[in-house]
């Protein structure tokens, strides 16, 4: 899905079927908005799953990434970013950091993240891949629609079509 969609549209649109992210994402991507099936990922300071899984096809899906809020190590750099827009990725929303914010803004792909952090992960193995993950008032299963803008990110249970 292209920057076509609009989160407050969306929420007018569909007001009993959306869950609203509170607001604590900004956007550091080349792409403002996106949306798509979610896959989901659950880690803290460790973005081995999260490498793994841009390697595969994305299919204009969005990587959810628990992160745990962590504000010491950034989960998503310039390399991971641009194999996820390479192989069709719609985009990532993670909470947790991102770092080489400069050339992420470059990269076509959508990219929400709490703030950015220099430090990178380290490469222990450990997370989790389609589990259930909640943060910002807010649970994502792996299959759910997220859509997000500038405005914010919201969820729902299936595909949703603006009006």
């Not at 959306?18 to 403002?32: C, H, K, T, W």
């Not at 300071?45 to 490498?51: C, I, L, R």
């Amino acid at each position: 899905m292209t920057d076509t969609i609009s989160t407050p549209d969306l929420c007018d649109a569909y007001p009993d079927l959306v869950r609203v992210l509170e607001p604590m994402l900004a956007n550091f991507g080349g792409i403002d908005a996106f949306g798509g099936a979610a896959v989901t990922v659950k880690c803290f300071e460790d973005n081995s799953v999260v490498k793994e899984l841009v390697a595969s096809p994305g299919e204009g899906r969005v990587i959810v990434v628990d992160g745990g809020g962590s504000m010491r190590r950034a989960l998503l750099g310039d390399q991971v970013a641009a194999q996820a827009a390479k192989n069709g990725w719609a985009g990532l929303v993670i909470f947790g950091c991102v770092r080489d914010v400069d050339e992420l803004a470059e990269t076509e792909l959508g990219i929400q993240a709490i703030g950015s952090v220099p430090v990178k992960t380290e490469k222990r193995g450990i997370g989790d891949r389609d589990v259930p993950v909640t943060f910002g008032g807010v649970t994502v299963r792996p299959g759910d629609w997220v859509y997000a803008d500038n405005n914010g990110v919201i969820v729902a249970d299936r595909e949703l079509v603006p009006e």
